[in-house]
């Protein structure tokens, strides 16, 4: 088997977005409210049995694609691990306008109260950003109380719940981790490469003045008492922040993207030309350049805006050219 490019697979969301992502991809203008791109996709939207999850250009289903042939894509070591789950979930998130504040439920919760051994950690690298001052919220500065909690989302106090959090800015290369249960929103204007748990699980926070109905759709069918009981209301400082950021980028040919608090979710690296990679079902996004994604005896030529998703079987690859590429990669299989 071979890397295979991937076409778009975006559809319409509750919030503004989408023409970074146009962009990036070289396509003409984009519908106003499609800012996700959902990459190599097994998982559903939230609620759905088939929106969300991407097709192959023969016009399988990706996951069918993986379950007819498990090993082939997956390889023994991960399926040993992980069954025929990719573990892995990568979108390409434009947002045009500020996000929600919302959080998603650890494994431990999911477990208790989903069904799923999968929570959704997810982690973002800043592709762009569309202002000199770009921001992100990323956790309570200061312990929240859960009655406190529950008052500002019960009255949809936004600006009591935004003061509270801490205001973090952006710029393009950052890399963060967001483990699951921290409260967070991405500003308008920052457009990112996301990294997630296979899940699309959300507790909203806020909701007024989105098209949203979060009474109705923000706790997972659980209701507001247990599903706020998925939020970490502990303190984030500085300190504590610092940890959630990747190494800053030193433009050799291969290197790690995350910090390893990541490693038992999914695992990233930023490749350049001179990068050799073993063999690993991995989804890989072209973020610069034009270049070729070498294999066994051929190469696949790629450029900025691609997205491909690489079976186990194609074997080692290798890049050529001056191009760069993010590599998104499961976690690893347990020694």
Avoid at 29 to 35: C, F, M, R, V, Y
Avoid at 126 to 138: C, D, G, H, Q, W
Wanted: proline fraction near 7%; include cysteine.
């Amino acid at each position: 088997m071979k890397p295979i490019h991937l076409s778009g697979n975006q559809f319409e969301h509750f919030y503004v977005g989408g023409g970074a992502i146009a962009a990036f991809r070289g396509m003409g203008p984009a519908p106003p409210k499609t800012p996700e791109d959902w990459v190599a996709s097994t998982t559903a939207r939230y609620g759905q049995q088939t929106l969300g999850l991407s097709s192959l250009p023969d016009g399988r289903l990706l996951v069918d694609a993986i379950a007819a042939e498990p090993l082939s894509w997956l390889g023994a070591e991960h399926r040993a691990a992980f069954g025929d789950s990719t573990e892995l979930l990568v979108k390409l998130l434009d947002a045009g306008e500020r996000l929600v504040v919302h959080c998603h439920p650890t494994r431990e919760f999911a477990t208790q109260h989903l069904g799923c051994a999968h929570g959704k950690t997810e982690a973002w690298l800043v592709l762009e950003t569309a202002a000199p001052e770009t921001f992100v919220y990323l956790g309570f500065q200061t312990h929240v109380p859960q009655r406190t909690l529950r008052g500002w989302v019960e009255g949809q106090l936004t600006v009591e719940m935004l003061s509270a959090l801490n205001r973090v800015p952006v710029s393009a290369g950052d890399a963060i981790l967001v483990p699951a249960g921290m409260p967070h929103a991405i500003g308008a204007g920052v457009f990112v490469a996301e990294l997630q748990e296979p899940t699309d699980f959300s507790v909203l926070l806020e909701w007024k003045g989105f098209e949203i109905d979060g009474e109705r759709d923000g706790h997972l069918g659980l209701g507001y008492p247990v599903a706020l009981t998925a939020v970490d209301r502990s303190g984030w400082d500085s300190d504590r922040l610092a940890g959630l950021y990747g190494p800053i980028d030193g433009g050799t040919a291969r290197e790690l993207v995350l910090p390893s608090a990541a490693d038992p979710f999914f695992r990233a690296e930023r490749l350049r030309a001179g990068a050799r990679c073993e063999a690993s079902f991995a989804v890989l996004l072209v973020l610069d350049g034009e270049g070729q994604l070498g294999l066994d005896g051929e190469a696949l030529a790629i450029r900025k805006g691609d997205t491909l998703v690489v079976p186990h079987s194609a074997g080692p690859t290798h890049i050529h050219g001056p191009v760069s590429v993010l590599r998104c990669l499961p976690p690893a299989p347990p020694t």
